[in-house]
């Protein structure tokens, strides 16, 4: 008998930690309709029973299967379990804490079963910001599993039937293409390596939408790719899901690059992003940096006056605010240190750029910053490998700090100010007497509540504070 055993996967091109649900167990479940276990499943197995109860929720079991009271059973006929773990573009999650080789490793020790390890693992994974790397393989076997769209096409909606096994409510992250338009791609990123460029067909999306919108799935994410904007048919897609499944809670999009936003038809798409999809939705930007010796030296996908200006149209279309209380649509940029040619006028760059668009009122959603990973293979592996990580990580904890109170707390206070309602704000767990939430959707924001509340339930809910990535709310 097949186990899958869903370790969470996080890289460039898409997110399978929950509440999102990746696409490797389910291409995988569509081909063996095999029995369906999270790390977290493996995690309570071990505690044999101890889990003790606690004033805050351990995110360690808190994913749990329908089948974790099954799990000694399924272990004991288990043939082969298939892992699927890698983390390429680690952060910090709310409700979930991704599997380590080390820990799988550790937690499989005494079972005699066939271990087949799949998914970005395959290439190395990291966890915490890049404190962590592991390239190590514990005793697997490896295969990549790297159907193609045509295999897809049928895989993907007999695997739709995965989310039967699933208790709690999952975002379901569709593929849309693969590869990236950069060529050769930027020097950290493992997406060239990995992936040829090509796009999914419109309808092969359509349909496993379909699968998942029957076994009563409304939350999704167009994912899975380099640059949502770069999809041949973009608008046509949009139009067809929304004439397919009209009540969709969540409809969002993941990455673009503003090379592709500020043509007419990168105008067109945004406009029809704002009409189609749901609100609090997020364009991610990977710009890395403002500092054009940086860009030059890593092949970064735009200067600095074309992201402005990306980031001007998006704000023109898409700030408005949605019926859930955030802004339709808004840009996102990703920060990345690291990076060769790094210095102290990098962070000068950086803090000139977004600085700029707090001043001239351009909302940003969120601002991602980390330590880059160097995987190898990448030319940035092959270039200059850790050493500028090494030279200047003894500046990071400074920069970041000043982006966060600078630049995040003031945007954010302009983003939804005191007083603000948000509508639909899904409970995920508790720390002592608060309760800690967020809106489904891209990056969405965490609401901390002064109050035990019901978990996965929604709750309408006011701003009354602001911290710097989130914020206090109380009940409307």
């Known amino acids: 008998m097949i186990t899958i055993l869903d370790c969470y996967t996080d890289e460039p091109s898409g997110l399978g930690v929950p509440p999102f649900l990746g696409v490797y167990p389910r291409y995988i479940f569509g081909e063996h309709k095999s029995n369906y276990l999270t ?5 309570f197995f071990n505690y044999e029973g101890k889990l003790k109860r606690k004033q805050k929720t351990d995110i360690k079991v808190y994913n749990l299967t329908k089948n974790y009271d099954e799990i000694r059973r399924i ?20 409700s979930a804490v991704p599997g380590t080789l080390k820990e799988i490793s550790s937690l499989l020790s005494d079972f005699k079963f066939k271990k087949t390890l799949t998914g970005p693992a395959v290439h190395g994974t990291a966890i915490e910001g890049g404190k962590f790397f592991e390239h190590t393989i514990h005793n697997f076997e490896i ?31 569709i593929e849309t293409g693969r590869g990236c338009s950069n060529n050769p791609g930027c020097s950290f990123c493992t997406e060239p390596i990995k992936n040829k460029l090509e796009y999914r067909n419109n309808n092969d999306i359509i349909q496993e939408m ?3 919108y ?68 997020i364009a991610a930007f990977g710009v890395e940096s403002f500092d054009k010796d940086v860009i030059s ?21 898409g700030k408005e605010k949605g019926e859930n209380g955030m802004p339709k649509f ?8 690291g990076l060769e040619n790094e210095s102290k006028k990098t962070h000068e760059e950086n803090m000139k750029w977004l600085k700029k668009f707090l001043d001239e009122d351009l909302l940003l959603r969120r601002i991602n910053i980390r330590q880059v990973n160097i995987f190898e293979g990448t030319p940035l592996y092959n270039s200059v490998g850790n050493k500028f990580l090494r030279k200047n990580k003894k500046y990071y904890w400074k920069w970041r700090n000043e982006i966060r109170q600078n630049i995040d707390l003031p945007m954010l206070k302009k983003l939804l100010p005191i007083g603000t309602i948000l509508k639909d704000v899904r409970m995920e767990i508790h720390d002592g ?5 967020r809106q489904l959707g891209t990056y969405p924001l965490i609401v901390g509540i002064e109050k035990k509340l019901e978990l996965n339930k929604f709750y309408d809910v006011k701003i009354k504070n602001h911290y710097l990535r989130s914020v206090v709310a109380e009940l409307v």
């Open 39 to 43: 790390i977290d499943d493996l995690r």
């Open 75 to 94: 272990l004991q006929h288990t043939t082969q379990m298939i892992i699927i773990a890698g983390v390429h573009t680690p952060g910090k999650y709310l």
């Open 143 to 173: 295969e990549n599993y790297d159907y193609s769209f045509d295999q897809i096409k049928t895989l993907s909606v007999k695997g739709a039937e995965i989310i039967k096994q699933i208790p709690s409510l999952r975002v379901i992250e």
């Open 210 to 212: 379909e699968a998942f």
């Open 214 to 281: 029957k076994l009563g799935v409304r939350d999704f994410r167009l994912g899975k790719q380099a640059c949502f904007y770069s999809l041949p048919n973009a608008e046509k897609l949009l139009d067809e899901i929304n004439s397919k499944f009209p009540d969709l809670r969540t409809l969002h999009i993941d990455n673009v690059n503003p090379v592709f936003v500020v043509s007419e038809t990168g105008k067109n798409l945004t406009k029809k992003i704002v009409e189609t999809c749901s609100s609090g939705n």
């Open 297 to 317: 030296a890593n092949n970064l996908n735009c200067t600095p006056e074309l992201v402005h200006k990306a980031i001007k149209i998006i704000n023109e279309y």
């Open 330 to 337: 808004l840009p996102g940029l990703n920060i990345l240190f």
């Open 433 to 437: 007497k608060t309760t800690f939430g």
